[in-house]
């Protein structure tokens, strides 16, 4: 872990510091290092209306709680990814207020093709609950590279999560406090399940900190962040799925609701945003799919069967395709690659024509099965 990481963990445990204060400390500091090496005197021409930021700063607490959130990170395999990381989520660090610093554990990649936030109630109906596991399955089944974002709530954020892993695709989930534990407590087995299945659990926050009403208004604007689309299942007329919903408008990304009964409480917010055209009405993946504008996989009749029944398809295709056949476990890029004698990047590129093409499918840890 680079010095640069430290001081930036500090800055965010710097008591009035939000996302647009840090970065604007950054850019007067060319960095967040030089806050903790300056003097009070120094820090005092700094314009900010934290008016007790040098004596914080100079306490050093901030400092030394960074410093143990390294070893925590460590100690507990969780990484740390500001803006300038590459693994950074891009579509996150499109908007004004993405965090300097944010918290993963597990496997799951965070800039993934087609990015999918799925919020609703947490006192969902069965007809909540069909819509959400009939959505992710169908999506599972009709786009390539798909992943679940949610905020492992109960309700239908934990439905979704669910969904993801039944049908074999990542899921994230943002959560509302530090990464030292699981709220609420009663999905600590689905979080496990989500990080043994390739998935991924996401914070802001350092360990310590607990979920506070305020961390889970905060944790839905990342939500909202990392997706292409935001999708609205099931909502009262008031609550965290209708300011998630604006927080993704106002990152100009697509927002869509499933209709519900007119005069059903839970239905009421999902009616209401598309009744004020805050919302694209959908009734089922394909509608999603196509106000995307995503290209949805070409299935074949003969697709699955062996290598001699595949006369239509290319020789390069025919290899792969015998390959996994024999390999119904799965075979990661450079398995593939080692055992057909070809370059990685050559057969990477080929396998994503073939994903496209509905012919293979890629899982969580990039490994490939046929489809």
Not at 16 to 28: K, L, N, Q, Y
Not at 117 to 126: A, E, I, K, L, N
Not at 299 to 321: T, Y
Not at 337 to 358: D, Y
Request: charged share 25%; net charge negative.
């Amino acid at each position: 872990m680079g010095s640069d990481l430290l001081y930036k963990i500090a800055l965010t445990q710097i008591r009035g510091v939000g996302p647009m204060e840090g970065r604007a400390i950054m850019d007067f500091y060319d960095g967040a290092e030089g806050l903790f090496r300056e003097t009070a005197e120094g820090i005092a021409k700094l314009k900010t209306p934290i008016p007790d930021l040098a004596d914080q700063v100079l306490s050093g607490a901030a400092l030394e709680k960074a410093k143990q959130e390294l070893d925590f990170m460590d100690k507990y395999g969780i990484r740390a990814l500001d803006t300038e990381s590459s693994e950074y989520p891009y579509r996150l660090k499109e908007c004004p207020d993405a965090p300097i610093v944010l918290f993963c554990k597990g496997n799951a990649t965070l800039n993934g093709q087609h990015m999918v936030g799925m919020v609703g109630t947490r006192r969902s109906t069965d007809y909540g609950r069909t819509l959400a596991v009939k959505l992710v399955e169908d999506l599972a089944g009709k786009v390539a590279d798909v992943t679940i974002v949610s905020g492992l709530a109960e309700g239908i954020d934990g439905i979704s999560h669910k969904a993801a892993l039944t049908s074999s695709v990542p899921t994230v989930a943002v959560v509302a406090h530090g990464l030292d534990m699981i709220y609420p407590s009663c999905h600590r087995d689905l979080a496990a399940e989500i990080l043994e299945k390739g998935g991924g659990i996401v914070s802001e926050y350092v360990s310590g900190v607990k979920s506070l009403p305020v961390h889970f208004l905060a944790r839905n604007r990342i939500i909202a962040g990392l997706s292409d689309a935001l999708v609205v299942v099931e909502t009262a007329y008031k609550g965290g799925s209708q300011n998630t919903a604006a927080t993704a408008s106002s990152y100009n990304r697509d927002v869509f609701a499933f209709p519900g009964r007119v005069g059903d409480s839970r239905s009421e917010g999902c009616n209401n945003l598309i009744k004020t055209s805050r919302a694209g009405m959908i009734e089922n993946a394909a509608d999603l799919i196509k106000a995307m504008g995503w290209r949805e996989r070409t299935f074949r009749a003969d697709q699955g069967k062996q290598k001699d029944l595949f006369p239509d398809i290319s020789e390069d295709d025919k290899e792969v395709m015998a390959l996994l056949h024999k390999n119904t476990d799965g075979l990661q890029i450079n398995q593939i690659a080692m055992e057909l004698g070809r370059p990685v990047s050559a057969t990477s590129a080929h396998l994503m024509q073939m994903e496209f093409a509905g012919l293979v499918r890629c899982l969580p840890g990039n490994l490939y099965k046929l489809s």
